[in-house]
DNA sequence: CTGAAAGCGCTTACAG
DNA sequence: CTGAAAGCGCTTACAG
């Protein structure tokens, strides 16, 4: 297969003009159908191949996303990002469009260094995943190509993001508890952590007003510092009968915690966690948890983002994305 | 920011030419010192961005390289091919170029699709991680850009691959276990299953063999049928002092296994894995194991790739890259 | 239905 | 040290 065919070559040999082949190749009006097909088979034959920076430059579109990823995010054990990436991907050929990674290095954050993929020009717009720093976010905002935040919101700038339903998940997830009977739940997650932590702990909140039940101090129980190191967690001396986890890991943490202590889940307690990581399904019995729509939220990051290369003044603001619980063993019905 | 900003701008504004603008640009011959530093100072000025799309045409080089992962190995908890994309990605902007990720389907694979990224001429290479069907390497063979196999070999084609050393890292820990006093050793994990394992336990058995250990059929014990499928695992009789498993995740199941039936490891029985997954610390103790110089291989692919495009012809073959024995504390010094 | 001309934004010889 | 000309491979009006 030789690689420099072009359109003039294929013109050449049928004897028509390069403008005929394009069109005909792009399936557009003004070449008949006998020729079209015929065309069609000699660029097969002759292994042609589009040059897709031809047509980019004509019409200053790359047909490439940037993903953008902090490094901070791509540790050996977090593939959560990694995962969306590989979504994002998928949605981004359906529309004939491709994804480049770009990890975002401390350094450059640090730096207000955009990235180099953006200062050449080769995507069309931005979809940055995860928290990154404020000052950053400043510099972001002076690109001049559509950009979504997924999974990360400030409110501090006037950015589009995607974000899952974090107080609605747990709000639900909290409900679902009281009504097999649980009344004395507590919730494991350091509140002042970050802020997705934050609206899980108010969703808990929230179904505990809704249903009378008092929030008690030793019932929101710390699971790491301020800076995100995790701590050891202190189960409370009056044992609740459920625990909320802020996350699955630190579910699995503590039912691991709460077998050394004799503490059987979810005879004697039960646990729940978020995510549905595979902390979920290593614990035993498996964790009830909710497990986020990286589909959804990838197809609806790509579409604004399409959208917005249309009508570049479109704006979205926060969106929110629901998960969906996932039932599994280690919520006990005690009515 | 305008984005609209060319070469042809700064040159207007400066009254020189766009020559000069590209060669002050790209640090070339034959500009004034001073006229080169201003001709930098005005484009960031006027937010001048560089499109690679121009050059791509003129060079016929996209600096964009394809990384292609099957789709079946893209699980929410098979992060393993992910992760090397992300490090492909960082060594390969150390070239200045970008990775485009490139999910193939089933379907793809199946009906023998090339990549669109290859069909729009959007990449330069390929780097393929992972087995891959041999009618669809075939069809790779006839890519004429340089392709580089990443994890995988089959001696049907003529293929450059980078490979990590199966063999020889099965063998070290297997000498490591003999020389902890260890000789009634069992290896686990199906040797037809795919050339990997196979491998794997080619090393253990070079090792027991330079020890004159004698090969137990009951000691060779299956953990899968041949279409990969876990099965459970049959602890033989004549219980061995050390269990070799062909990766982390079985030596986390057989662990979990050997508590459940009251055998302590490391006391009563040693285990060691492959891979230094998550698993590798999940197990109480972590496990003793063979991590994969997956930076290594990341980079020695990408410099392979930048080599055949100055020399197409050059051919390099399988080449394999050593892994490091991690040592944690599954395995007891019995002498 | 078909095609000649111009242009997208660079770079590469080559001439001065 | 500086620049005019040509070309990379397409597509977009526009003319016939």
């Known amino acids: 297969m030789k690689s420099n065919v072009t359109m003039r070559d294929i013109a050449e040999r049928l004897g028509v003009s390069s403008v005929t082949i394009s069109k005909a190749l792009n399936d557009k009006e003004g070449v008949s159908e006998e020729l079209k097909e015929k065309i069609k088979a000699v660029a097969e034959e002759m292994g042609y191949r589009f040059?897709?920076?031809a047509k980019s430059m004509k019409e200053g579109l790359s047909y490439n996303l940037g993903i953008v990823i902090p490094e901070r995010f791509t540790g050996t054990?977090?593939?959560?990002?990694?995962?969306?990436?590989?979504?994002?991907?998928?949605?981004?050929?359906?529309?004939h469009y491709s994804g480049i990674l770009n990890i975002l290095?401390?350094?450059?954050?640090?730096?207000l260094v955009l990235p180099r993929i953006y200062n050449e020009k080769k995507v069309d717009g931005f979809i940055f995943l995860g928290q990154i720093d404020k000052k950053y976010v400043e510099e972001i905002e002076k690109i001049d190509s559509p950009v979504i935040f997924l999974d990360f919101y400030t409110d501090q700038n006037e950015i589009d993001s995607v974000l899952t339903d974090n107080f609605y998940g747990v709000y639900e997830m909290?409900?679902?508890?009281?009504?097999n009977g649980h009344k004395k739940i507590a919730f494991v997650g350091n509140v002042y952590s970050t802020s997705s932590i934050q609206d899980r702990f108010l969703g808990y909140f929230k179904s505990l007003l809704e249903?009378?039940?008092?929030?008690?101090d030793e019932y929101v129980i710390k699971d790491r510092d301020e800076l995100g190191r995790y701590i050891d967690i202190n189960v409370p001396e009056d044992m609740p009968t459920a625990f909320?986890?802020?996350?699955?890991?630190?579910?699995y943490n503590l039912i691991n915690l709460l077998q050394k202590n004799g503490i059987q889940?979810?005879?004697d307690c039960s646990v729940v966690g978020f995510d549905n990581s595979i902390y979920a399904t290593l614990t035993e019995p498996p964790l009830t948890t909710v497990e986020v729509d990286m589909e959804e939220m990838s197809k609806v990051s790509v579409k604004f983002i399409m959208e917005k290369l249309k009508n570049p003044d479109k704006k979205y603001g926060r969106t929110f994305i629901k998960g969906n619980i996932i039932y599994r063993g280690s919520v006990k019905n005690i009515k």
Chains 1, 2 share one sequence.
């Open 51 to 53: 040059n897709t920076h």
């Open 77 to 95: 054990t977090q593939s959560f990002y990694l995962q969306f990436y590989q979504l994002l991907s998928k949605v981004l050929d359906s529309y």
């Open 105 to 111: 290095s401390q350094e450059d954050e640090d730096n």
């Open 211 to 216: 249903h009378r039940i008092n929030l008690k």
């Open 244 to 251: 909320v986890c802020n996350n699955d890991e630190v579910a």
């Open 174 to 179: 909290t409900n679902y508890l009281i009504r």
């Open 265 to 267: 889940v979810p005879e």
